[in-house]
């Protein structure tokens, strides 16, 4: 700040208040102050509201805070610090003996007692920071001085669109490889600072590798999405009403606990007016479906006449996340009241279907699907109708009903595959259902058509990134998983491990289809590839259980069973205490075998 005249001024105004919504309850304090606990409509203790925030956070985190040391001393954090790394607040605070309310309120605004993942010790340094803060800054006449500033100073020594795919160090110099043009490129200096965010990094091969503990942080450290809104107004007309500007909200959970969202991804569309919900949709969609779905929504939310069908179909798509029984009921009055011509026939026809299979009414879904997928216009509704009913069929036992919905079904599932509009999630979950109902009617020769049809396209996509890459190789998986021979997939698989270096996960999925195929050594040397790749606690349990499995095929039941003893101390360090029950129930029942 100092190099480039930057002038830093206090902009906390502590004289006016802040904001907090809690439990849907506006509560205003005045800026560095306790909010008023007896206020907060969450279930605290009497002990706990008379106390107030500073005395909670003293009461249930003080000897930790005080334990954690000063975190921004050389060599933190020391043993006192580490002990609280595998742990995480909520589980800290239960032992404790704080009340549910009470750990809301601690883990408020970014999590909940229930679904905060992240290590105690990382939270404990955030509240170490948080209680020595008393003013915030910013620099005069705006913070877009600073890269302005360094851009002008740094002008001719900033490469865009040069991105770096290896560096590599020996005991004098540094090397940094980029891509310019398609074409290598090395730059070499005394000295590298790496800055880059860890999913980044994790593309980039560096030599000599980070030590194993650095591999394993940027290899496991959770990234949150993260939505910043930026609004601007003529005056700031919050202080007229005493308030700083600065707060904090849960509405998050409000939201999931308002609309629900079961399946990933689910997209809303929300009225400003009323909160209303005027369209939802689950499941991928192209860009140009989803402007649809978009403009659909908004021109709900912005109608001032809406038609009786309308209604009812606006009024589905509000319940069809929480009570799919009541969305049925109102997509079924949209299609009644609807006259012939109505614009959004198909759009209903397919949300009715889809609230059919939500509530799992599996012959009404799958026989409605056949019935209306016949006389559709083949786009991306037609394939999400198909799709739907196919899933149904895939979820009940073998019987007439079903035999006589599958024989409308199967000729027109293949044709949304042949249509360039549908999306790849579709086709995949078109080929897959094929698959397994081939398999449930012993048609393996259709299994077999369907599956190589499906690894075919997969095969001729070339992926332009680690994620889409990823993404191919679940879809392969999946397929051989359906009915297939893993050989078929194993170059594939084996590829991408090489592309992927710091991805353990690769190596996994090529262990599984190693084993699958009865390759018993290559399955031990993938999962030890894939061990020396720094995976997180979940990761290691998990290769270390296929790892067991080809060991005792090849007779080596010693080794196997040290396998499931590692796994089994791995297992107990998962974080999440759902997959850490799950992974030691699975892993106690093969050392039991």
Known sequence: ??????????????????????????????????????????????????????????KYLGDALNDIGD?????????????????????????????HGAIELLEYPYAS???????????????????????????????????????????????????VVRTERDSSRVRATVVRSGRHQTFEGDRLI????????????????????????????????????????????????????????DLNRAFLAKYGAEATPTFFVIAPQDEQ???????????????????????????????????????????????????????????????????????????????????????????????????????????RMVVSGLWCLVSTDRSPWSDAALQKLQPLAEEPVTLPATVRDHRDEIYRTLMKLSVARNDTAAAAKFGGRWLAELDAIKPDSDEERSAL???????????GNPERILPALKASELAMPNNYIASLRL???????????????????????APGANGRAWLLQIKARALRQKGKTVEARRALQDALQAAQEIPNQGSRDMNIDSIKKALRQ
């Open 113 to 163: 007692a229930e679904d905060d993942p992240v290590s105690l010790l990382w939270n404990l340094r955030d509240s170490w920071y948080a209680v020595r803060e008393n003013t915030r800054y910013k620099i005069a006449d705006g913070n877009d001085l600073l890269p302005k500033a360094f851009a002008e100073k740094l002008e001719e020594k900033i490469h865009y669109g040069v991105p």
């Open 1 to 58: 700040m100092k190099h480039f005249g930057l002038t830093l001024v206090p902009f906390f105004p502590a004289k006016l208040d802040m904001v907090y919504l809690i439990g849907g309850k506006r509560i205003k304090c005045r800026s560095w102050t306790d909010v008023d606990l007896f206020q907060v409509p969450l279930n605290l203790t009497a002990e706990e509201r008379r106390l107030g925030m500073s005395g909670l956070l003293q």
């Open 71 to 99: 975190p921004t001393a050389a060599g933190w954090p020391g043993a006192s610090a580490r002990k609280y790394d595998n742990t995480t607040m909520a589980e800290f605070l239960i032992e404790r003996g704080a009340s």
């Open 277 to 383: 919900v005027t369209a939802m949709q689950t499941g991928a969609m192209s860009f140009e479906q989803l402007r649809q779905f978009l403009d659909t929504g908004a021109s709900y939310a912005y109608a001032r006449n809406q038609t009786p069908a309308d209604g009812a179909l606006m009024r589905g798509d509000s319940l069809r996340a929480q009570q799919p029984a009541d969305a049925v009921t109102a997509y079924r009055e949209a299609l009644r009241l609807a006259p012939v011509n109505w614009p959004r026939r198909q759009l209903a026809e397919t949300s009715f279907v889809e609230a059919l299979q939500d509530n799992s009414e599996w012959q009404p879904c799958a026989e409605a699907s056949a019935t209306e997928a016949a006389h559709m216009t083949r786009d991306d509704l037609f394939a």
């Open 194 to 249: 790496c800055a880059v965010p860890f999913p980044t990094l994790r593309k980039v091969e560096v030599q000599p590798p980070f030590s194993e503990r650095r591999r394993k942080a940027i290899a496991e450290l959770r990234y949150d999405s993260v939505t910043r809104v930026i609004l601007q107004s003529r005056s700031r007309f919050w202080e007229k009403d005493g308030c700083s500007g600065f707060g904090a909200s």
């Open 473 to 483: 190789d679940i879809a392969r998986v999946e397929n051989v998983q359906a009915f």
């Open 511 to 533: 262990a599984q289809m190693e084993l699958a195929a009865k390759h018993f050594d290559e399955t031990i040397a993938a999962c030890d590839r894939g061990l020396g790749r």
